[in-house]
Nanobody, 120 residues
Framework: VQLVESGGGLVQAGGSLRLSCAVS????????MGWFRQSPGKEREFVGY???????FYADSVKGRFTISRDNNKNTVYLQMNSLKPEDTAVYYC???????????????WGQGTQVTVSS
């Protein structure tokens, strides 16, 4: 399974971005897909996940602003980010897991990451 993120960039505070994560492999719809982020000098942080069933769960810091969705026909998961804040600046990673978890150690496959920078 390979994961490739895209869609990062520079945006002003209050703006929006949509990240995509394209997943290779035939078993995409059996994985739970998570999004994580990491800022310089900080540990990797859970953002949210979407289960194979489509149910979602979010970190409190992004709840109500970020939305995760998936298209199993396109083997792609999305992270829609609205009302962005400077503190959302980070490298964002998508990851795949066979268990439902908020812990990065439970995710077995990772993308390379995409930079999101929010200017004030």
């Amino acid at each position: 399974v390979q994961l490739v993120e895209s869609g990062g960039g520079l945006v002003q505070a209050g703006g929006s971005l949509r990240l995509s994560c394209a997943v290779s492999g035939r078993t995409f719809d059996s994985y739970d897909m998570g999004w994580f982020r990491q800022s310089p000098g900080k540990e990797r942080e859970f953002v949210g996940y979407i289960r194979w069933s489509g149910s979602t769960f979010y970190a409190d810091s992004v709840k109500g602003r970020f939305t995760i969705s998936r298209d199993n026909n396109k083997n792609t998961v999305y992270l829609q980010m609205n009302s962005l804040k400077p503190e959302d600046t980070a490298v964002y990673y998508c990851a795949a897991a066979t268990v439902t978890s908020t812990k990065d150690s439970d995710y077995s496959h990772w993308g390379q990451g995409t930079q999101v920078t929010v200017s004030s």
